[in-house]
């Protein structure tokens, strides 16, 4: 019932930009934080951002400044702006909801920096 499909992702220099969509079904979008976790090959899946349901922002130290996060309710969206890439920002992004105690996920997109 709860989908949540990112988009967004792709290759770019690095000090480039890119924003990154998450769009939500089966949920009262304004009702929902969300935020935005990545995985690096090998790595664990790091949490990046999260937009509260007050609309409250925090961010990862390794992306604070750099990266900002934004919803558009009436299109049942997240976004993560990304600004200022580094290679090691290369990664899968999943946006992520919770809903009566469980996580949903999305199915994630890849972001590729090059130097």
């Known amino acids: 019932q709860v989908h949540l499909v990112e988009s967004g992702g792709g290759l770019v220099q690095a000090g480039g930009s890119l924003r990154l969509s998450c769009t939500a079904s089966g949920i009262i979008f304004s009702n929902n934080g969300m935020a935005w976790y990545r995985q690096a090959p090998g790595k664990q899946r790091e949490w990046v951002a999260i937009?509260?349901?007050?609309?409250?922002?925090a961010f990862a130290d390794s992306v604070k400044g750099r990266f900002t996060i934004s919803s558009d309710n009436a299109k049942d969206t997240v976004y993560l702006q990304m600004n200022s890439l580094k290679p090691e920002d290369t990664a899968v992004y999943f946006c992520?909801?919770?809903?009566?105690?469980?996580?949903?996920w999305g199915q994630g997109t890849q972001v590729t920096v090059s130097s």
């Open positions: 937009l509260t349901i007050g609309g409250n922002t």
């Open positions: 992520q909801t919770t809903r009566y105690g469980q996580n949903y």
